[in-house]
């Protein structure tokens, strides 16, 4: 596995949770980001962060409760998930963009890396 994402569970609305991402070394790149899809839905973006962690970009959705940061020491990425509400819940996935990219990108199919999701889920 090259993108490996935990720390979802479960949580009452209104809560936290940080979702966390272990990369690899040929992972590990650029532009970081983190998407979620709920069951019926397509995926969609959630947040994105560049090498230096000095630019971001966010769903409307999520702007101002939730926060990407990243470790390149430790070659991680990760998601805290602020004031959360049930439409939330979803699987949320780490995904990473091809090393020589530099710019976001909020579309899926522009992310080769994918990690195998951890749940979310937020009760009401």
């Known amino acids: 596995v090259q993108l490996q994402a935990s720390g979802g569970g479960l949580v009452q609305a209104g809560g936290s949770l940080r979702l966390s991402c272990a990369a690899s070394?040929?992972?590990?790149?650029?532009?970081m980001g983190w998407f979620r899809q709920a069951p019926g839905k397509d995926r969609e973006f959630v947040a994105a962060?560049?090498?230096?962690?000095?630019?971001?970009r966010y769903a409307n959705s999520v702007k101002d409760r939730f926060t990407i940061s990243r470790d390149n020491a430790e070659k991680s990425v990760y998601l805290q998930m602020n004031s959360l509400k049930p439409e939330d819940t979803a699987a949320y996935y780490c995904?990473?963009?091809?090393?020589?990219?530099?710019?976001?990108?909020?579309?899926?199919?522009?992310?080769?890396?994918w990690g195998q999701g951890t749940q979310v889920t937020v009760s009401s």
């Open positions: 995904a990473a963009r091809s090393n020589r990219v530099t710019v976001f990108s909020t579309t899926p199919a522009s992310y080769p890396y």
């Open positions: 070394e040929r992972t590990f790149t650029n532009i």
């Open positions: 962060i560049n090498w230096d962690g000095g630019a971001f």
